[in-house]
């Protein structure tokens, strides 16, 4: 499994940006898919992720109302979509896939996706985010 991230960019504080993830060598429909980010001295965090059968979503507060997951199965890809985008956005963000979520603890508890990257198998590499003030 791959997963190939792009999109991310330099922009000013308030505009938007769209981050896609292409997932190759498996089917997006069976997975877990999760946005984590890592500022510049900080730990990598959660931002977003999106289950599969179950359709839960998970938002970290700071992001709620601004970033909406989504998916396009056909296309094997997610995206976050980010809006009103602010200076503490700034950072690497990184897609990351949980195989087989029908077995995972997370699913099987109906705790929807989970936000902890511990949970995730495959990670792709960072697509810088920069927002300017």
């Known amino acids: 499994v791959q997963l190939q991230a792009s999109g991310g960019g330099v922009v000013q504080a308030g505009a938007s940006l769209t981050l896609s993830c292409q997932l190759s060598?498996?089917?997006?429909?069976?997975?877990?898919m999760g946005w984590f980010r890592q500022a510049p001295g900080k730990e990598r965090e959660g931002v977003s992720c999106?289950?599969?059968?179950?359709?839960?979503?998970y938002y970290r507060e700071s992001v709620k109302g601004r970033f909406t997951i989504s998916k396009d199965i056909p296309k094997n890809t997610i995206y976050l979509q980010m809006n009103s985008l602010k200076p503490e956005d700034t950072a690497d963000y990184y897609c990351?896939?949980?195989?087989?979520?029908?077995?995972?603890?997370?699913?099987?508890?109906?705790?929807?996706?989970?936000?902890?990257?511990?949970?995730?198998?495959?990670w792709g590499q960072g697509t810088q985010v920069t927002v300017s003030s």
């Open positions: 990351a896939a949980l195989a087989d979520y029908s077995s995972n603890s997370y699913y099987k508890s109906n705790l929807g996706c989970p936000s902890v990257e511990y949970e995730y198998h495959y």
């Open positions: 060598g498996g089917t997006l429909s069976s997975f877990a």
């Open positions: 999106v289950g599969s059968s179950d359709g839960s979503t």
